[in-house]
């Protein structure tokens, strides 16, 4: 990676929720700070604030988000890799959400302080 790599710490605790594949696509909150669809032929994936969890989905509560400042460009390579690897060495484990803009590392609340440290200390970046 050639650049200093920015993240801030997201304000909230997420959930990462699975519904059927043939769910109904539940709406965004107007304010969410982060929501994210994903649909396969198989599930119907969300991420979301914990208030805005769907009746009768499959749940994985207490997750914190990392934002990578943006936009990072799409011919930039080893982003990803650059922030996983040292928390993976570490036993972190780590849900990735892209957008168009940015990356987002979820942690458990429980590491959160941990992927700070990793993040700054290994991974050399800054976390405002």
Do not use: K
């Not at 909230?12 to 649909?39: C, E, H, I, K, Q």
């Not at 590392?105 to 440290?117: I, P, Q």
Request: charged share 20%; net charge negative; aromatic share 6%.
């Amino acid at each position: 990676m050639s650049r200093t790599l920015r993240l801030s710490l997201l304000d909230g605790r997420f959930a990462v929720v699975r519904l059927d594949a043939a769910a109904p696509l539940p709406a965004a909150p107007p304010t969410a700070t982060l929501w994210s669809a994903t649909r396969t032929a198989d599930e119907l994936s969300l991420v979301c604030d914990e208030a805005q969890i769907p009746a009768g989905a499959r749940v994985e509560r207490g997750w914190r988000a990392f934002a990578l400042e943006g936009p990072i460009p799409f011919e930039q390579t080893g982003v990803i890799a650059g922030l996983t690897a040292p928390l993976a060495a570490d036993g972190i484990p780590v849900f990735v959400l892209s957008t168009f803009d940015t990356d987002y590392l979820l942690v458990r609340e429980a590491h959160v302080e941990r992927t700070r440290d990793v993040l700054v200390r290994v991974a050399g970046c800054e976390i405002g």
